[in-house]
């Protein structure tokens, strides 16, 4: 069976709209090189490479809760290293509107390959990673199934094999704010 991402990318941001990362029609800085409209819309769900009728892909979903310090800001995500392909890759960006967002990468990741999941919160909102201002969360587990990843820092917090860490040292944070600064692949 043949699956058009296009239409599950576009039921993903359906089904986030009802939880908290659509756009609530305040402008905000977003990453325009993954899409987002210079008007302050989101860039959509964009999943790129493989073939999408192989029957090895996983679905990711990252969420966060309690998060009203952070009401209104940009939640961006990046999937994969641009830089290995065939890898796939995927992106989105989701908006935290009553404290939460989720945000869902139908089929997205490879089975038993060790997956770099960056997301960035745009705290200063000037659509830029900025190690040290903006909060930037990695995970880089392999995956054998779907799977829910929730930022270590909501409230409640997430079970810990759950969490998907913020980064804290500059070390970690400044290449991995560069993902999010540098282009993005289209295809």
Same mark, same amino acid.
């Given at each position: 069976m043949r699956v058009n991402l296009d239409v !599950? *990318?576009?039921? *993903?941001?359906?089904?986030?709209c009802g939880v908290g990362c659509s756009s609530s029609g305040t402008p905000a800085a977003v990453d325009n090189a993954d899409g987002g409209n210079a008007d302050g819309g989101l860039a959509p769900v964009r999943i %790129? @490479?493989?073939? /999408?009728?192989?029957?090895?892909?996983?679905?990711? *979903? %990252?969420?966060?809760?309690? +998060?009203?310090? #952070? #009401?209104? @800001?940009v939640a961006t995500v990046r %999937?994969?290293?641009?830089? @290995?392909?065939? #890898? @796939? +890759?995927?992106?989105?960006?989701?908006? %935290?509107?009553?404290?939460?967002?989720r945000i869902d990468l139908p089929q997205a990741c490879e089975t038993f390959l060790y997956k770099r999941k960056l997301l960035f919160i745009d705290v200063d909102d000037d659509g830029t990673c900025t190690a040290g201002v903006?909060? +930037?969360?990695?995970?880089?587990?392999?995956?054998?199934?779907? !799977?829910t990843l929730t930022l270590s820092d909501s409230v409640p917090p997430p079970a810990s094999d759950a969490a998907m860490r913020l980064v804290t040292d500059a070390a970690t944070a400044t290449p991995g704010c560069q993902v999010f600064n540098? /282009?993005? /692949?289209?295809?």
């Open positions: !599950l *990318a576009l039921g *993903a941001v359906a089904l986030c %790129i @490479r493989g073939d /999408p009728s192989a029957p090895s892909w996983f679905s990711l *979903a %990252i969420e966060g809760h309690g +998060l009203a310090n #952070e #009401e209104g @800001r %999937i994969g290293m641009a830089q @290995r392909p065939p #890898e @796939r +890759l995927g992106s989105a960006q989701g908006r %935290i509107e009553s404290g939460a967002f903006d909060h +930037l969360y990695s995970d880089y587990r392999a995956q054998e199934g779907d !799977l540098d /282009p993005w /692949p289209d295809s």
